[in-house]
């Protein structure tokens, strides 16, 4: 992971009439990291990440992306993200080769789609259209969107809502090696085992404010200095590691 920011926020206020979403929030995120922002329904962690994506205008504040100012910038923000679509945002009658291709002409880029889809192992699907996916396979295609235009940094969120535990596990991997090419990863995630798996670092954001943030390991360190100890000891494995053992790690597909 580089020390260079590749985001830096800087007191970013959002607010509709007399409520406040986002609270003058100052953060970075670090070049090649898994970068989480972590919160309750409401703490306003979509709001942040939507401007940062330039979905959705600030009241106040500073957004840099790479360089380049929200406020000025924005056609350029856009050439180097890539936000995962929800599932509504993909035409259901097409199949995986006609939405990557739609895709390929909207970004005017050169990917292979082939080659795109044997990233998220779904190959065999090509011709298959997209409402025919199950869930997991669902997920995959639409992170596999967000690399067509080869994006210097991804904003996935709540990637494995609804997913089995071989599905959210291989999507464990595939996000990993998403960052190990070198694209710095933004996810937001209310699966904090998930969290603590897959993130360099983590913003904790309540009620419009950031109330801590840091690795994984030092927060939980931190909270363990005070003292507090978990009223039931804890296992070196969980139910999930159980069923994984017993039935395997490959894909299954509904």
Not at 36 to 41: C, E, R, S, V
Not at 82 to 95: D, H, I, M, T
Not at 106 to 130: G, H, I
Not at 221 to 231: P, S
Request: proline share 3%; aromatic share 6%.
């Amino acid at each position: 992971m580089s020390t260079k920011s590749i985001i830096t926020v800087k007191e970013l206020v959002k607010s509709y009439g007399d409520f406040t979403a986002v609270n003058g929030i100052s953060f970075d995120v670090k070049e090649g990291e898994i970068f989480g922002l972590l919160g309750p329904n409401g703490a306003g962690k979509s709001t942040t990440l939507e401007i940062i994506e330039t979905l959705r205008e600030k009241t106040s504040g500073e957004v840099i992306v790479d360089g380049f100012n929200i406020e000025q910038d924005q056609a350029a923000i856009k050439k180097i993200i890539g936000v995962q679509l929800q599932s509504s945002g993909f035409y259901p009658n097409l199949n995986l080769i006609e939405l990557i291709h739609l895709f390929i002409g909207l970004y005017q880029s050169s990917v292979d789609p082939m080659d795109l889809l044997r990233k998220v192992n779904l190959e065999d699907k090509a011709n298959a259209k997209y409402k025919q996916l199950s869930g997991g396979q669902k997920q995959r295609f639409s992170i596999a969107t967000t690399l067509i235009n080869k994006p210097k940094i991804i904003f996935l969120d709540e990637p494995t809502t609804g997913l089995d535990p071989q599905a959210r596990r291989n999507l464990w991997d595939l996000i990993k090696e998403i960052r190990d090419n070198g694209t710095t990863v933004i996810i937001t995630t209310h699966y904090m085992d998930e969290a603590e798996i897959l993130c360099d670092r983590v913003a904790i954001i309540d009620s419009g404010k950031i109330i801590s943030i840091n690795t994984p390991n030092t927060l939980i360190d931190e909270l363990v200095a005070t003292g507090f100890e978990k009223a039931k000891e804890v296992k070196k494995a969980n139910l999930e590691d159980v069923f994984i053992h017993l039935t395997g790690k490959a894909w299954r597909e509904d």
